[in-house]
């Protein structure tokens, strides 16, 4: 069969979306990539730099280069992991920016930093069975203006939890850790919300929000975790929640009651999955075991 490049572009929707993703048949090799040649195909007619990552053998869930655009890459291999971590972004995060980072900053880029937890990973259990996923499911807001309100985030959640539930539904048995930077720590508190049993662990990483006060309203069992540098900017940020404007408490707030997550470490915003940091160790230990390695318990 010849796809036409629409037709490619829609089915990568689709297959990110998790809206094809079924389960496979007795026999056959189960997962998603089903995937991978279906968003090569559309990475390579869409031409650089998309069409660069398609040669170098990168994997994409899902790949759409229209508006702001989407992706989800992989790291790792997701048909046999046991232990999977969705990494969302938050403000200004758009296609373009995918891999160079917001200003040309690379700590700033999704898929580096999805890179970096996946080695941290590894570099703490080489053995692990573990995926990465950098997901840019949704359109995150272009600046604080539109951040303001839940709307996006709300958008953003449906993507989100549909791709948790395609996780949930092909690996019952894997545990999933979601882990959602600045306002994109919103749209997984969002998404959470009557996600799969296999959802045991949110990490929040200078979160705005989670659409709840208090961590127990994100699910009962399930741990949730927060870190925020000492000089972080989303400290400013006032914890009012009105009908389509402000977030709530922010998850490292004493009150939320998440589990810290070390960060004396960490400068500004943008730098809890920089190399090197104990934030980013910690963030590995809790997708390894579901226990930070460092302090723990309510986050301040």
């Known amino acids: 069969m010849r796809w036409t490049d629409p037709t490619r572009a829609a089915l990568a929707v689709l297959l990110g979306a998790g809206l094809l993703v079924g389960r496979p048949e007795p026999g056959t090799a ?3 990539v089903e995937a991978y040649p279906v968003t090569a195909a559309a990475m390579r007619a869409a031409g650089p730099p998309y069409a660069d990552w398609a040669a170098q053998g990168r994997r994409f869930l899902l790949f759409d280069p229209r508006g702001d655009g989407r992706a989800v890459e992989v790291l790792g291999d997701l048909d046999t992991a046991d232990r999977i971590a969705v990494l969302v972004p938050g403000v200004g995060t758009t296609l373009p920016d995918f891999d160079r ?4 900053i690379a ?3 999704l898929a580096g930093q999805a890179r970096a937890l996946h080695e941290a990973v590894r570099a703490a259990d080489p053995g692990a069975r573990v995926a990465v996923l950098a997901w840019l499911g949704y359109d995150a807001p272009d600046g604080v203006l539109a951040a303001a309100g839940p709307a996006p985030a709300h958008r953003g959640a449906a993507a989100l939890r549909a791709t948790l539930r395609g996780l949930a539904a092909q690996h019952p048995s894997a545990t999933v850790t979601v882990v959602g930077h600045s306002y994109g720590a919103l749209v ?3 998404a959470v919300d009557h996600a799969p049993a296999q959802v045991t662990d949110v990490v929040t990483l200078g979160g705005v929000g989670t659409g709840v006060d208090r961590a127990a309203g994100l699910g009962p069992g399930r741990r949730i975790w927060a870190a925020e540098a000492p000089d972080d900017w989303i400290r400013r940020v006032p914890p009012v929640r009105l009908p389509g404007l402000g977030h709530g408490r922010r998850p490292a707030d004493p009150d939320f009651g998440a589990r810290a997550l070390p960060a004396a470490d960490v400068h500004g915003h943008d730098g809890y999955l920089v190399p090197g940091t104990s934030t980013l160790a910690a963030v590995a230990a809790v997708v390894l075991t579901g226990a930070a390695a460092g302090p723990t318990g309510v986050a301040r």
């Not at 980072?101 to 040309?104: A, P």
């Open 188 to 190: 997984a508190g969002l």
């Open 30 to 32: 189960a997962g998603f």
């Open 107 to 109: 700590r700033r880029a």
């Open 101 to 104: 980072g917001l200003g040309g």
